[in-house]
């Protein structure tokens, strides 16, 4: 055995020897890594998009500003890379340094030469036919850097770690057991160290948790479960074993405030969906905020959107961290669109409630209290006839990002105004089968549609730009006063941040179930969305008109 | 996290859904396994192929044939892992029994009972060429393609149904072939047959057969008229021997029978 070792070696050695020496000669933006400090510092580096909401405050703004109202008529494709594996595409890409890093369904990861789509490298992880998906499409939203490496996580519940240069594996950890229904689709998060995970699975009655591994070793440095046992805090929302099963998945990327030490994930519904009769109480933490230490995956507090729920208003939307006067004073705060049809203030410190109001319309709650708790209207939950509700299972938003604009804070939320008829049936338990105790018909007429709605930080409505059919799309903010998203019937547009009026559109011929990001290379703006099963970029064309002005 | 199903786009017939709603049963295991497959059908299929099955965004499926079903196992597993490279997903909620269940309901779709009916089809031929219906309508190949064509329109609609979609067309119009009015940038009007749209455009075919396509921007209105048809009735314009052959003849036409001899896509 060690005789073709030292041979391998002795051959070896001089391709290493090359190697270290033209490692010695490049610049440093060569070999770059992606050091923590980068993650923390993004907003400095706005070439690059580094995370799955493009920084931890989750604000989805891109600071580039070459394309800008003056001339984003000008946008046209760049290149168009076509992942040719069927299934949806709904990943947001990330940039580093010129490459591209995408999810292609279900869990394969490619690198991309972001300046010509050609691909540098791709990674199946062989995801085999039979992996339950239960609820959800087969579906990854895309992957986390940190270091030299990419971070991932596959539909049958792995964690894995590729090289960030070769897409060879560093480290592949089991997350959860795929066949009682628990998956991944979710982009991780990186932070100093640790890759914190989030899973699916809650209409599987999984019981739902976030995950925090070593970004080195994969080891697991914490687990935070979503659904607390009998005698800890938040045990007594619930009865009997109900818990066990209680849903709760954690099936977004949450975000992280450094200074704080805290992490904030929003977390899934309980389970079964539509038939709160088998889990009385509130639930908890069930279709809440949580703020987690980020050390130590313990609770440092949590707010409940939804107490009880029976409609599938689950509370993943992507929380937005915003520093901002606060009736008078400077304040941390955290702000979200639920997909209850309420957009809620809070202080991220502390959790406290400070303000919550309707930006769709909804007709289960009278109003929010003084504490944030909903003042129900009788006779809304799921009926064995069938109870019609606004909105809609999918709600008045859904997973798809929303974006923030930290000058005009104002936040850009995909809404969707719709109704459905809710019904409910029995539900038994059985371990990786669907657990949901009834279900939703749409309701599809002349009140039903889409929109792009800007909302001031007290939620008050700035402007809206209506959509033919309700989103699909998440949406991006960029400092060229741009607001760009997409619609299901296949366009992706830009909005002029102050008026939400129309200035650009490109019909891509699939749908837009994805959020746009940004990024530059050698001083030129690059705008990236997936749409059908494709990623499109666009870049501006040769200037036309020497008049143009921003 | 039930993340949001395929919304079904414009052309779900509200009226027909709501008319249609049935109870949904408590527990799949009491029902029987005709009425569990339609309810699972109208909770997971119905929003593309049509609450009746007759099809919308996606195909209809009350034919003989399914054109990928060849058998009763391939429609499972069609159901059970979905068409790769289109919008037919797997129904990776439903277990093997349930997937069982909603395929046998969607092989009975395809059998459509010829009913006896009242009317003589030949001579409702007749009529058929008399009222020039084919200056509109193609059956087997002739005729002029403007509204639906009729060449199986038996399989896929029953004898009321026609019989209103000739007195009364406007309450046929499928949501997606809705009637457009279009007020031009310079004022001109122009009606036509939805045929595609989005938030930024509309496109439509014109009676005389031309598509034309809008930018909502650049026109001054785009209205449409889901009371109106540009079929006109035919109420009154014939008695009720004439309709009942009409109807005969247009319940006879269960595709054509010219096979076609084309190579499979």
């Known amino acids: ?376 209207i009788p006779g809304m939950d799921p009926s064995e006839e069938g109870t019609l509700v606004w909105p809609s299972l999918a709600g008045a938003t859904n997973w798809y990002s929303p974006a923030f604009d930290p000058n005009r804070r104002l936040l850009f939320v995909p809404t969707r105004e719709m109704a459905s008829w809710y019904y409910k049936s029995d539900a038994e338990y059985e371990p990786g089968t669907p657990f949901l105790g009834g279900g939703e018909r749409r309701v599809v007429d002349e009140e039903t549609f889409g929109a792009v709605r800007a909302l001031a930080l007290d939620g008050s409505l700035e402007w809206e730009f209506r959509q033919l059919t309700p989103a699909v799309s998440g949406v991006m903010a960029t400092a060229g006063d741009l607001v760009f998203s997409g619609t299901q019937e296949g366009n992706i547009f830009a909005l002029d941040a102050d008026t939400g009026e129309a200035l650009w559109d490109f019909h891509a011929g699939g749908q837009v179930r994805a959020a746009p990001m940004s990024f530059a290379l050698d001083g030129e703006q690059f705008i990236s969305v997936a749409a059908g099963q494709s990623v499109f970029t666009f870049g501006l064309a040769p200037d036309a008109s020497p008049a143009e002005q921003p | 996290m039930r993340e949001e199903f395929r919304y079904p786009g414009r052309g779900a017939p509200i009226p027909a859904l709501l008319a249609a709603l049935i109870l949904l049963p408590m527990g799949a295991a009491a029902q029987a396994p005709e009425e569990q497959g339609r309810r699972l059908f109208e909770v997971h299929c119905a929003r593309c192929h049509g609450l009746d099955g007759a099809g919308g965004e996606g195909p209809g499926l009350r034919r003989e044939n399914l054109r990928r079903a060849t058998d009763a196992e391939t429609l499972r597993e069609i159901v059970d892992r979905g068409i790769p490279g289109t919008d037919m997903p797997p129904a990776s909620s439903l277990n093997t029994q349930e997937i069982g269940a909603v395929s046998d309901y969607v092989l009975s779709l395809g059998v459509v009972a010829r009913v006896e009916l009242p009317g003589d089809p030949a001579a409702g031929r007749e009529l058929y060429e008399a009222a020039a219906c084919s200056a509109c309508h193609l059956v087997n190949g002739e005729g002029i393609a403007f509204g639906p064509d009729l060449s199986d329109i038996g399989l896929l609609r029953g004898p009321a149904y026609l019989r209103e979609a000739i007195e009364a067309p406007e309450a046929a119009v499928l949501p997606r072939h809705r009637t457009v009015r279009i007020v031009e940038a310079g004022g001109a009007e122009v009606m ?74």
């Open chain 1, 1 to 376: 055995m060690s005789f073709p070792l030292r041979r391998r070696r002795r051959l070896r050695f001089p391709g290493v020897l090359a190697i270290l020496a033209i490692l010695a000669v490049l610049p440093v933006e060569g070999v770059a890594q992606i050091p923590y400090a980068r993650l923390a510092g993004s907003d400095a580096e706005p070439d690059a998009w580094l995370t799955y909401s493009g920084n931890y405050r989750s604000e989805r703004f891109s600071r580039l500003d070459r394309i800008h109202r003056g001339n984003v008529h000008r946008l046209r494709p760049a290149w168009i890379h076509q992942t040719g594996t069927g299934g949806r595409v709904e990943v947001t890409p990330l940039v580093a340094d010129g490459v591209m890093y995408i999810a292609e369904p279900p869990s394969t990861i490619a690198a991309l030469d972001a300046r010509t789509g050609r691909r540098l490298w791709r990674h199946d992880p062989g995801v085999p036919d039979e992996t339950l998906n239960i609820g959800f499409p087969r579906v990854n939203r895309g992957v986390a850097l940190l270091d030299d490496s990419v971070f991932f996580g596959t539909l049958d519940a792995f964690v894995m770690a590729l090289d960030r240069s070769t897409g060879d594996v560093r480290w592949r950890v089991p997350l959860g057991d795929n066949r009682i229904g628990v998956a991944i689709t979710a982009a991780p998060l990186a932070v100093d160290g640790k890759v914190i995970v989030g899973m699916s699975g809650g209409e599987a009655g999984v019981r739902g948790f976030l995950d925090a591994y070593d970004a080195g070793t994969g080891e697991r440095l914490w687990r935070f479960w979503a659904v607390p046992e009998p005698g800890e805090p938040g045990g007594d929302t619930w009865e009997g074993d109900a818990w066990k099963t209680g849903g709760g998945a954690t099936w977004l990327t949450g975000s992280f405030d450094p200074e704080l030490g805290l992490l904030y994930w929003g977390l899934g519904n309980p389970a079964p969906d539509w038939n709160g009769d088998l889990r009385p109480g509130d639930n908890l933490f069930t279709c809440s905020l949580v703020a987690i230490d980020v050390e130590t995956g313990e609770l440092r507090w949590h707010f409940q959107f939804t107490p009880h729920d029976t409609h599938d208003w689950d509370a993943n939307q992507i929380p937005v961290l915003v520093d901002a006067e606060w009736e008078g004073s400077p304040r941390k705060l955290v702000i979200l669109a639920n997909r209850n049809a309420f957009y809620y203030v809070l202080d991220r410190e502390t959790g406290q409630f400070l303000r919550a109001t309707e930006y769709s319309r909804q007709t289960w709650a009278e109003r929010i209290d003084e504490n944030g708790r909903p003042v129900l």
């Open chain 2, 192 to 265: 036509g047959m939805r045929v595609n749209e989005d938030t930024f455009s509309i496109q439509i075919l014109t009676p005389a057969g031309e598509h034309r396509s809008y930018r909502r921007s650049n026109v001054r209105e785009v209205e449409l008229l889901p009371a109106e048809s540009l079929m006109m009735s035919y109420a009154g314009q014939f008695d009720e021997g004439e309709l009942d052959d009409l109807v005969a003849w247009l319940a006879s036409l269960r595709g054509r029978d010219d096979a076609m001899t084309g190579e499979p896509e």
